[in-house]
């Protein structure tokens, strides 16, 4: 490490500069307008001692050929052609012309082209990239690190996380080293290897800034890696390394707000991940995921006072599946899950994506309080259903605090029906005032409010009287758009 060390009296503006060199060193000395000097001495690495111990210049060499670019291109279809929507009356095509809506200046199917980046994952050609690189394409091409353009093609993709699993014809390919994403910790070094914006290889480096993020709404299963390591345009597929060249995630997103730029928030799918969605792919043509059929909620501070705990933990169950398999073991609305097969569960997302990586049919063992009591409960997993019915058991609902400036209103038919709700039980949140300080509560326009800790509310009357009981301890059972949650009051 060198030392500088400049001593000057005058602006520092140099007008010579004269420079002795040695073997090991040299010494700087910048001569300013009135005689004044500012010396500096700096030692020069010995060129028999090697490179820099802190390159990475080794690894990302031997890295290199296993990450390759893919440029793919796809056939858009054109929206429905104008003349297609226009009236067949003669008149109105005698004023605007008889092939209007169908001349050479309206938008006809076009080509897509998208670029991105992938890992070669087997020396037989299987090359791991995001589905949204290639989602839809009709021709894939890959490019190697040494030039070579081979043709690929799709063998499965997974939406979900957005992996693609991609087969180049051929043997001997350079393959990567798969690393394994739980053993990655935060501060550890992290590089980023892919084609930016199809300008070629290239190579940014950073740490790991955290691990297991979720919720962000880019995917529906999300555990990622985060990095400082840039990821630009370009670099989405392609590999994020440690500093022994083992492969720990797939780069897939960042957060730009806007700018479509890196800001030092890159987010990569962990290769642990990858690796089972890969697997499964490979050996049945498509991913399968296990189910629970419940929706679970993140305990608050407020809501583990409610409950009685006196801190947060584990999950709270807001809704169960009436054809799910942990209704048929017998779990209940407002159960807290604290553990699933002897480890701890404090987070909704962590606990959906262990259950989505695990086999349908497969039983898990669940230790659960309710009540204020423990029990234990085995649950044999389904197979997690089509979109539809996962969006609405998927969802993880927030809540606060309680009722100040919160309206209510009795149910009736009506109403009921607006809602789209079966019954007229419980009643419906009409008004929240914005500026109250309990409008974060977490309740919205149209909830409809069925219990107050544990108890059934029928009217408005009985909510209030229930409320009154509760005082600053009221746990409310929601129905929203035919999905139960609770909120801390």
Same mark, same amino acid.
């Given at each position: 490490?060198?030392?500088?060390?400049?001593?000057?009296?005058?602006?520092?503006?140099?007008?010579? *500069?004269?420079?002795?060199?040695?073997?090991?060193?040299? /010494?700087?000395?910048?001569?300013? $307008?009135?005689?004044?000097?500012?010396?500096?001495?700096?030692?020069?690495?010995?060129?028999?001692?090697?490179?820099?111990?802190?390159?990475?210049?080794?690894?990302?060499?031997?890295?290199?050929?296993?990450?390759?670019?893919?440029?793919?291109?796809?056939?858009?279809?054109?929206?429905?052609?104008?003349?297609?929507?226009?009236?067949?009356? $003669?008149?109105?095509?005698?004023?605007?012309?008889?092939?209007?809506?169908?001349?050479?200046?309206?938008?006809?199917?076009?080509?897509?082209?998208?670029? !991105?980046?992938?890992?070669?994952?087997?020396?037989? !050609?299987?090359?791991?990239?995001?589905?949204?690189?290639?989602?839809?394409?009709?021709?894939?091409?890959?490019?190697?690190?040494?030039?070579?353009?081979?043709?690929?093609?799709?063998?499965?993709?997974? $939406?979900?996380? =957005?992996?693609?699993?991609?087969?180049?014809?051929?043997?001997?390919?350079?393959?990567?080293?798969?690393?394994?994403?739980?053993?990655?910790?935060?501060?550890?070094?992290?590089? /980023?290897?892919? =084609?930016?914006?199809?300008?070629?290889?290239?190579?940014?480096?950073?740490?790991?800034?955290?691990?297991?993020?979720?919720?962000?709404?880019?995917?529906?299963?999300?555990?990622?890696?985060?990095?400082?390591?840039?990821?630009?345009?370009?670099?989405?597929?392609?590999?994020?390394?440690?500093?022994?060249?083992? *492969?720990?995630?797939?780069?897939?997103?960042?957060?730009?707000?806007?700018?479509?730029?890196?800001?030092?928030?890159?987010?990569?799918?962990?290769? #642990?991940?990858?690796?089972?969605?890969?697997?499964?792919?490979?050996?049945?043509?498509?991913?399968?995921?296990?189910?629970?059929?419940?929706?679970?909620?993140?305990?608050?501070?407020?809501?583990?006072? /409610?409950? !009685?705990?006196?801190?947060?933990?584990?999950?709270?169950?807001?809704?169960?599946?009436?054809?799910?398999?942990?209704?048929?073991?017998?779990?209940?609305?407002?159960?807290?899950?604290?553990?699933?097969?002897?480890?701890?569960?404090?987070?909704? #997302?962590?606990?959906?994506?262990?259950?989505?990586?695990?086999?349908?049919?497969?039983?898990?063992?669940?230790?659960?309080?309710?009540?204020?009591?423990?029990?234990?409960?085995?649950?044999?997993?389904?197979?997690?259903?089509?979109?539809?019915?996962?969006?609405?058991?998927?969802?993880?609902?927030?809540?606060?605090?309680?009722?100040?400036?919160?309206?209510?209103?009795?149910?009736?038919?009506?109403?009921?029906?607006?809602?789209?709700?079966?019954?007229?039980?419980?009643?419906?949140?009409? =008004?929240?005032? $914005?500026?109250?300080?309990?409008?974060?509560?977490?309740?919205?326009?149209?909830?409809?409010? *069925?219990?107050?800790?544990?108890?059934?509310?029928?009217?408005?009357?009985?909510?209030?009287?229930?409320?009154?009981?509760?005082?600053?301890?009221?746990?409310?059972?929601?129905?929203?758009?035919?999905?139960?949650?609770?909120?801390?009051?």
């Amino acid at each position: 490490m060198s030392l500088i060390q400049f001593s000057r009296k005058s602006h520092p503006v140099a007008l010579g *500069l004269a420079v002795v060199a040695g073997a090991a060193g040299y /010494a700087v000395a910048h001569v300013t $307008p009135n005689g004044n000097t500012a010396r500096a001495s700096l030692k020069l690495a010995d060129p028999a001692e090697g490179p820099s111990k802190l390159s990475f210049a080794p690894v990302v060499k031997e890295v290199l050929p296993n990450v390759v670019n893919i440029s793919s291109s796809k056939v858009v279809r054109a929206a429905n052609q104008v003349g297609d929507e226009m009236p067949k009356d $003669p008149l109105f095509q005698q004023f605007f012309g008889r092939e209007f809506g169908h001349g050479p200046d309206v938008p006809k199917d076009r080509r897509e082209k998208s670029l !991105g980046s992938g890992v070669i994952v087997s020396p037989e !050609g299987y090359v791991l990239t995001n589905n949204h690189v290639v989602d839809g394409a009709t021709d894939i091409k890959v490019t190697l690190g040494d030039k070579r353009e081979l043709q690929a093609r799709i063998i499965g993709t997974d $939406p979900r996380t =957005d992996l693609a699993v991609l087969k180049m014809d051929g043997s001997g390919f350079p393959a990567i080293t798969l690393g394994d994403s739980s053993k990655v910790q935060v501060g550890d070094y992290a590089l /980023a290897i892919g =084609d930016p914006f199809g300008v070629g290889q290239s190579v940014t480096m950073g740490i790991v800034s955290a691990k297991g993020r979720g919720n962000l709404g880019i995917e529906d299963y999300e555990d990622f890696i985060q990095t400082d390591a840039p990821i630009n345009p370009g670099n989405s597929g392609g590999a994020l390394i440690n500093d022994r060249g083992e *492969l720990i995630g797939i780069n897939t997103a960042i957060l730009s707000h806007g700018s479509g730029g890196n800001e030092g928030i890159g987010f990569a799918i962990p290769v #642990n991940l990858a690796h089972s969605i890969m697997n499964q792919i490979l050996d049945h043509g498509k991913v399968t995921r296990g189910y629970l059929g419940i929706v679970v909620q993140r305990v608050t501070p407020a809501m583990a006072k /409610a409950l !009685g705990q006196s801190e947060p933990k584990g999950v709270l169950v807001g809704d169960v599946s009436a054809t799910g398999p942990s209704q048929a073991s017998g779990m209940q609305r407002g159960d807290v899950i604290l553990e699933l097969n002897n480890k701890p569960v404090n987070d909704p #997302n962590d606990l959906r994506n262990t259950v989505a990586l695990m086999s349908p049919d497969e039983t898990v063992r669940l230790k659960i309080s309710r009540n204020g009591n423990t029990r234990d409960l085995s649950v044999k997993l389904g197979e997690l259903p089509g979109s539809k019915e996962e969006a609405k058991n998927r969802k993880d609902h927030g809540a606060e605090n309680a009722l100040e400036g919160i309206q209510v209103e009795n149910m009736d038919a009506d109403t009921a029906k607006e809602l789209g709700i079966q019954d007229t039980k419980g009643v419906v949140v009409a =008004d929240i005032d $914005p500026s109250s300080p309990k409008a974060d509560i977490g309740l919205r326009k149209g909830d409809v409010i *069925l219990e107050v800790n544990h108890k059934p509310v029928r009217n408005v009357t009985e909510f209030e009287q229930a409320m009154r009981t509760a005082g600053s301890k009221a746990l409310l059972l929601v129905n929203r758009q035919g999905t139960t949650l609770f909120v801390a009051a």
